[in-house]
């Protein structure tokens, strides 16, 4: 968290201030969650795979959403030009594209029945409570703060590379072109975490603002590891009697 000290100090040149949002953001990184060490290690069950797919759309369908309220935000033309493809790549230019409906064809690679996914009944409470919280802080904070909160993409390309090799070994039983959501980040989440960056590194001039904008970043790590949390907390490992 940001800390009196630090924030009055005087700002942190690029590379610095680079440099200490990337420290926070790795170590904090849901691909350090158990859950997701044992998802790429294979050792997740068909069933915990679903629960992952089914409760992670709510969360993918708060993106779109968290987007919409970032480009509300912002007076410029320009800045809205940058950031507006974002929800085009979730929602698509029309029906059946974009994340979302290839979100959806994931779920059914994995067994899932795609209207009950879609109605958003089975999502865990502790779920939803996590993304609305995300929705939420994007709401409140001010744009840099806001934008700064997305800059967990920076970490996305290489959790998603691994992701694909993990699942295609560990489960083949999910089809490949199922996979087609996480193949695409790998590309989108570089594009968008450098245009992220850049506006971030552009108006984050002080330290105190600096500083809050690493907190929004944690606070999203936070958000990310609750909501896998409370995941692994309701489909726990079977236990061998």
């Known amino acids: 968290m940001t800390t009196e000290a630090s924030a009055a100090g005087p700002p942190l040149d690029r590379?610095?201030?680079?440099?200490?949002?990337?420290?926070?953001?790795?170590?904090?990184?849901?691909?350090?969650?158990?859950?997701?060490?044992?998802?790429?290690?294979?050792k997740l069950s068909r069933e915990q795979i679903q629960a992952w797919v089914l409760n992670r759309f709510y969360y993918q369908t708060r993106i779109p959403i968290k987007d919409a309220i970032i480009l509300?935000?912002?007076?410029?033309p320009a800045f809205r030009r940058m950031w507006m493809h974002r929800i085009v790549d979730h929602?698509?230019?029309?029906?059946?594209?974009g994340g979302l409906a290839q979100w959806l064809r994931l779920a059914?690679?994995?067994?899932?029945?795609?209207?009950?996914?879609?109605?958003?009944r089975r999502v865990l409470p502790q779920v939803r409570f996590a993304c609305d919280a995300y929705v939420q802080l994007v709401r409140e904070r001010p744009l840099v703060e806001a934008v700064a909160s997305s800059l967990t993409e920076f970490f996305s390309p290489d959790i998603m590379a691994k992701r694909i090799v993990a699942w295609e070994t560990h489960y083949p039983w999910v089809a490949e072109a199922t996979l087609a959501y996480f193949r695409g980040r790998v590309t989108r989440a570089r594009r968008d975490s450098h245009e992220a960056i850049d506006y971030v590194l552009e108006h984050?001039?002080?330290?105190?603002?600096?500083?809050?904008?690493?907190?929004a970043l944690i606070t999203k790590t936070d958000i990310l590891w609750a909501l896998l949390d409370a995941?692994?907390?309701?489909h726990p490992d079977e236990v061998a009697g």
């Open 15 to 42: 590379e610095a201030f680079v440099a200490r949002l990337r420290e926070e953001g790795e170590r904090r990184y849901h691909d350090r969650h158990p859950m997701h060490v044992r998802m790429h290690a294979g």
């Open 72 to 76: 509300s935000k912002s007076d410029s």
């Open 91 to 97: 929602d698509g230019a029309q029906e059946g594209e």
């Open 108 to 120: 059914e690679g994995v067994g899932l029945d795609v209207d009950e996914v879609k109605s958003l």
């Open 204 to 215: 984050a001039t002080t330290r105190e603002v600096q500083e809050r904008c690493v907190d």
């Open 231 to 234: 995941v692994d907390r309701a």
